[in-house]
C-alpha cells in the first residue's frame, strides 16, 4: 500500500534530524524506510505510521545512532568502491594502443632538446590531458542535484578522481620551486627540471589516467537514481 503525501513528509521531516551528508545516502536510507512501511501496511499491520516508523529505525538500524553509522559505512564503502573502480579503469586502458602511444611518446621525448620552451610546451599538453577529465566530470555530474543542503556523494568522489590530474601537475609544478621559495629574490619560473622523457611519460600517464576517470563517470551516471523527497 501506497503511502500518502503527508507521510512521505512525515518521514521526510523525522529524517531531517539525521546527520546524513550526502543525497544518495540519504535517497536510499528514505526508500528503504518508506518500503518496509508499505510491506507492512501490505500484511494489514494497524498501527500507526509514528510507530511504525520508531519500529523500523529501531529494528533495521538499530535506532538513531544506527543510521548515522550505516550512513558513515555506506560512504566508506563507496570510497572504498571508486578506488577500485578507478584502477580497473587504468589497467582497462593499457592495452597495446596505449604501449604504442607511450613508446611514440618516449621516442619524441628522446629526439627532443632539454630547454625551457620544450618543457613549457610539455606541461600545455600535460594540462589540457588533466583539465580535460576534470572539465568532462563538472559537465556531466551537474545532472546530480543535491536538496536540502545535502551534497552528492558521487560528485564527491568521482569529481575528486576527476580533478587529481590537475592536483598533480601542480605538484610537478611547484615541487621544483621549493627549495627556493623562502628566498628574498625568489620568482616563479617554468623550470626545465624536468627532461623531455620524463614529461613524455607523465604525458602519457594523463592521457590515461583521465581516460579512466571519464569511463568512471560514466559507468557510475548510469546507475544514479533520484528520489526528490519534494515530489513523492
Known amino acids: 500500500m501506497k503511502l500518502d503525501y503527508w507521510e512521505m513528509d512525515y518521514i521526510h521531516n523525522r529524517m531531517k534530524t539525521y546527520d546524513i551528508k550526502f543525497q544518495e545516502i540519504y535517497n536510499e536510507l528514505f526508500d528503504h524506510i518508506v518500503t518496509a512501511i508499505e510491506e507492512r501496511r501490505e500484511t494489514y499491520d494497524s498501527g500507526s505510521l509514528e510507530q511504525m516508523y520508531a519500529d523500523i529505525v529501531k529494528i533495521q538500524f538499530g ?19 571508486v578506488r577500485k573502480m578507478i584502477l580497473a579503469n587504468f589497467r582497462y586502458y593499457i592495452n597495446l594502443r596505449s604501449l604504442v602511444l607511450i613508446i611514440v611518446l618516449m621516442c619524441i621525448g628522446f629526439s627532443l632538446p632539454h630547454t625551457n620552451l620544450i618543457t613549457g610546451i610539455f606541461f600545455i599538453a600535460i594540462f589540457a590531458a588533466a583539465a580535460y577529465s576534470s572539465l568532462y566530470a563538472y559537465i556531466k555530474l551537474r545532472a546530480i542535484k543535491p536538496k536540502g543542503g545535502k551534497v552528492s556523494l558521487v560528485y564527491s568522489y568521482i569529481g575528486g578522481q576527476a580533478n587529481f590530474p590537475l592536483i598533480f601537475l601542480n605538484a610537478l609544478l611547484w615541487v621544483p620551486q621549493l627549495p627556493n621559495i623562502f628566498s628574498e629574490h625568489y620568482k616563479f ?15 602519457a600517464f594523463m592521457i590515461i589516467y583521465s581516460l579512466s576517470c571519464i569511463r568512471l563517470c560514466r559507468q557510475e551516471l548510469k546507475q544514479i537514481v533520484n528520489i526528490d523527497t519534494d515530489k513523492l
Do not use: D, F, Q
Open 189 to 203: 619560473k617554468l623550470t626545465n627540471v624536468y627532461y623531455p622523457v620524463v614529461l613524455a611519460l607523465m604525458l
Open 63 to 81: 535506532g538513531y545512532s544506527g543510521i548515522e553509522k550505516i550512513a558513515r559505512l555506506h560512504e566508506a564503502g563507496y570510497r572504498a568502491k
